[in-house]
């Protein structure tokens, strides 16, 4: 409708499409029965991954800096670090979950991760200095990272992001 200035909602993007729209046509196939194991069996080891990668992160990041306090103690850890992130999950399985997705969708990806990652590159690059970042880089991997990797820090990095 012309005139209209609220910004279109497509009901296809988003959870809809995943597991309603895309299991719908699934299950207009022929041996949709197969075909519908492989895309949840997919869609299960998709998200079984990316957790993984995602806590692997957080886990190494925090054993690395209290490693007097954590040293025997990461199991412990880790299922103390799953269990928070399982309570938090609860509130998406509420009658307002999907609200909850939505909110997570919209606010703790996309540009959000962007702006940090830029401000990340700029205070790494820039503040804390290319020179002794090198050095780091030296202690950890025994080689001095080259001209291209330094321009890629300072420069093309946080152009591209921002």
């Known amino acids: 409708m012309p005139g209209n200035s609220q910004p279109s909602q497509c009901p296809l993007l988003g959870p809809s499409l995943l597991f309603i729209t895309y299991p719908e046509a699934i299950a207009n196939m022929v041996g949709s029965t197969f075909f519908a194991i492989i895309f949840f069996l997919m869609m299960i080891t998709l998200g079984l991954d990316s957790t993984f990668g995602g806590l692997e992160a957080v886990i ?4 690395d800096e209290y490693p007097q306090v954590l040293a025997g ?6 299922l103390g670090l799953i269990t928070v992130c399982f309570l938090g999950s609860l ?4 009658y307002g979950g999907a609200y909850v997705v939505k909110l ?3 606010f703790g990806a ?3 991760i962007l702006a940090v990652v830029l401000l990340e590159t700029i205070a790494v690059s820039w503040f804390y200095g290319i020179q002794r970042f ?3 880089v030296k202690a950890m991997l025994g ?3 080259g001209f291209f990797w330094k321009l890629c820090w300072v420069a093309i990095s946080p152009a591209l992001l921002a």
């Open 60 to 63: 190494t990041a925090v054993m």
């Open 73 to 78: 103690r990461r199991e412990l850890f880790v």
């Open 91 to 94: 509130s998406t399985l509420t």
């Open 104 to 106: 997570l969708e919209e």
């Open 110 to 112: 996309g540009c959000s």
């Open 134 to 136: 090198s050095h780091d």
């Open 143 to 145: 080689f001095t990272p």
